[in-house]
């Protein structure tokens, strides 16, 4: 089972970044996907999840209208858009799978036990 998170960089205020969590080793289409980060100093912050079928969808308000999840079931690949990145927005960002075949109406993503954690990846977001 591995969860792999990549596409982390050094960007200015304001740019884009597109994070990726690769699945493989599980039944990847029954699993909602979240995505968190975890600044220095900080707690870790749920920031957005996906369902199963990428129907339902969640965001943080600390990133709503900024950030954009999704998922490509055919690829077990989730996508995290990052726009108008702020230097807050600066921190290890981490992806994590639960098993949530039925397609319900996803919540914030610390309200998940996660079954399977991927590896951080790093984004800085320079003023």
């Known amino acids: 089972v591995q969860l792999q998170a990549s596409g982390g960089g050094s960007v200015q205020a304001g740019g884009s970044l597109r994070l990726s969590c690769a699945a493989s080793?599980?039944?990847?289409?029954?699993?909602?996907i979240g995505w968190f980060r975890q600044a220095p100093g900080k707690e870790r912050e749920g920031v957005s999840c996906?369902?199963?079928?990428?129907?339902?969808?969640y965001y943080a308000d600390s990133v709503k209208g900024r950030f954009t999840i999704s998922r490509d079931n055919a690829e077990n690949t989730v996508y995290l858009q990052m726009n108008s990145l702020k230097p807050e927005d600066t921190a290890v960002y981490y992806c994590a799978a639960v098993f949530l075949p039925n397609d319900a109406t996803i919540r914030a993503p610390g309200l998940y036990e996660y079954d399977f954690w991927g590896q951080g990846t790093l984004v800085t977001v320079s003023s």
């Open positions: 996906i369902s199963s079928s990428g129907g339902s969808t």
């Open positions: 080793g599980f039944t990847f289409y029954y699993y909602a």
